[in-house]
Structure formats: structure tokens, C-alpha cells
Nanobody, 123 residues
Framework: QVQLVESGGGLVQAGGSLRLSCAASGLSSSTYAMVWFRQAPGKEREFVAAVRWNGGNTWHADSVKGRFTISRDNAKNTLYLQMNSLKPEDTAAYYC????????????????WGQGTQVTVSS
């Protein structure tokens, strides 16, 4: 059973940086796709970035490309999201998710989720 625990959220001023972490356990195969989503109040859950647990390519939503970077540390079983040049519109609850097989940018394709960590960017 996959368990995911996010941390690292908080309140930051526009232009600032945060690094989110997602501690993962129960990943029985290296062929997991690991993804960050976010959800702002009143909005649907939105894809942010993806990476395969066994390495390789990364994918980032256009809205965060050049500002956010997804990475993973297999030795620490941890997924990261480095967020730079934060904007007020980045304010949301951020979730990590995992699925066995190809990555996806659709939240409904994932059945393993963390509890989320709140990121608030003030103007």
C-alpha cells in the first residue's frame, strides 16, 4: 500500500521560493509515475509536474514551466517540488500522487494521494 506524506508548505511573499517534499513508502516497483497536483478554493485539481520514480524525463505544466522543478531522491524515497518566483495565483493546496504505469495529468487516473500541504503566496 502506497503512503504519501507532503510537507514544506507555508506563507511566502510573491517572488519567493518554497520546496515541497513528499515522503513515499510502499512503492513496490520502480515503474511508478509521481505527480504533483494543486487545488485552489473553488477550482478543480490541476496538474503541476510529473516524473517517473525510476528517473528519466520530467513534465511541467505551462503555468509553472521555468519556475517549478520536480525531482526525486530514490535513496530517501522522497519526491520534491522546488518552487521559485512564486505568484499569488500559485496559492493552493499541493498534493503528491502516485500511480503504477505511465504518467498522467488527470487527477482521476491516480488512486494514491497524500493529505496535501497548503501554499499561500501574498502579493
Amino acid at each position: 500500500q502506497v503512503q504519501l506524506v507532503e510537507s514544506g508548505g507555508g506563507l511566502v511573499q510573491a517572488g519567493g521560493s518554497l520546496r515541497l517534499s513528499c515522503a513515499a513508502s510502499g512503492l513496490s516497483s520502480s515503474t511508478y509515475a509521481m505527480v504533483w497536483f494543486r487545488q485552489a478554493p473553488g477550482k478543480e485539481r490541476e496538474f503541476v509536474a510529473a516524473v517517473r520514480w525510476n528517473g528519466g524525463n520530467t513534465w511541467h505544466a505551462d503555468s509553472v514551466k521555468g519556475r517549478f522543478t520536480i525531482s526525486r531522491d530514490n535513496a530517501k524515497n522522497t519526491l520534491y517540488l522546488q518552487m521559485n518566483s512564486l505568484k499569488p495565483e500559485d496559492t493552493a493546496a499541493y498534493y503528491c500522487a502516485a500511480r503504477l504505469g505511465p504518467w498522467s495529468n488527470r487527477a482521476q487516473d491516480f488512486d494514491s494521494w497524500g493529505q496535501g500541504t497548503q501554499v499561500t503566496v501574498s502579493s
